[in-house]
């Protein structure tokens, strides 16, 4: 069984900065990627920025620029830091991970953590 593990977020001004990370622990044989997608309340959990093993990265447009993800493929642990946060970017934070266990392919979700951005 696969879990993830997420710490950070917490309450900050506009134009502050948080972190998060997540740590995949269980019995993965080959992680494929790792990101962190959010959910504000009323509206659909969209994808905030992606990391493949390889080292691809992707981030939803809002937050080009301001935030960074990055990874430590040793410990199967994601980061995002945000900076210049917005209101708006106030929402449940979930990681997520996809993954080989032997040959099964799977998909994991963290419990979510909050992050609100006050004006």
């Known amino acids: 069984q696969v879990q993830l593990v997420e710490s950070g977020g917490g309450l900050v001004q506009a134009g502050g900065s948080l972190s998060l990370s997540c740590a995949a622990s269980?019995?993965?044989?080959?992680?494929?990627?790792m990101g962190w997608y959010r959910q504000a309340p009323g509206k659909q959990r969209e994808l905030v920025a992606s990391?493949?093993?390889?080292?691809?990265?992707d981030y939803a447009d809002s937050v080009k620029g301001r935030f960074t993800i990055s990874r430590d493929n040793a410990m199967n642990t994601v980061y995002l830091q945000m900076n210049s946060l917005k209101p708006e970017d106030t929402a449940v934070y979930y990681c997520?991970?996809?993954?080989?266990?032997?040959?099964?392919?799977?998909?994991?979700w963290g419990r979510g953590t909050q992050v609100t951005v006050s004006s």
């Open positions: 269980g019995s993965i044989t080959h992680m494929i990627a």
């Open positions: 997520n991970a996809r993954y080989y266990s032997g040959t099964t392919h799977g998909e994991v």
């Open positions: 990391s493949t093993r390889g080292g691809s990265v």
